[in-house]
């Protein structure tokens, strides 16, 4: 099993930046691919990037394309999510969660797959 703990929402003005961190312990980080969703009250949670394990192939939802990049490191067992050119749709509660093993097919985009979570950070976009 792991533990998540996600960190580095805040408050941020409309075309700002910020990196979330997700940190990851527990079992091997290295077996596990990490994903990044995003959740607003009413909406169902939707995933933002994926950093897999194994192969170590990023993925990104299409609105991220572009504008966020997933990274992750191994010897401090975090996964981070670079934010940049924020929009006020970019508000939401980001989750970190885990799946075991390499991502395969379409498995990166459903949170069902996804066993382990954290406990979410809020990011505020003002315009």
């Known amino acids: 099993d792991v533990q998540l703990q996600a960190s580095g929402g805040g408050l941020v003005q409309a075309g700002g930046s910020l990196r979330l961190s997700c940190a990851v312990s527990g079992s091997r980080f290295d077996d596990y691919s990490i994903g990044w969703f995003r959740q607003v009250p009413g909406k169902e949670r939707e995933v933002v990037s994926c950093?897999?394990?194994?192969?170590?192939?990023?993925y990104y939802a299409d609105f991220a394309k572009g504008r966020f990049i997933i990274s992750r490191d191994s010897a401090k067992k975090t996964v981070s999510l670079e934010m940049n050119d924020l929009k006020p749709e970019d508000a939401a509660v980001y989750y970190c969660?885990?799946?075991?093993?390499?991502?395969?097919?379409?498995?990166?985009?459903?949170?069902?797959?996804?066993?382990?979570w954290g406990q979410g950070t809020l990011v505020t976009v003002s315009s």
């Open positions: 950093a897999s394990s194994g192969d170590g192939a990023l």
């Open positions: 969660a885990a799946q075991k093993w390499e991502i395969f097919a379409d498995t990166w985009v459903r949170a069902k797959e996804y066993k382990y």
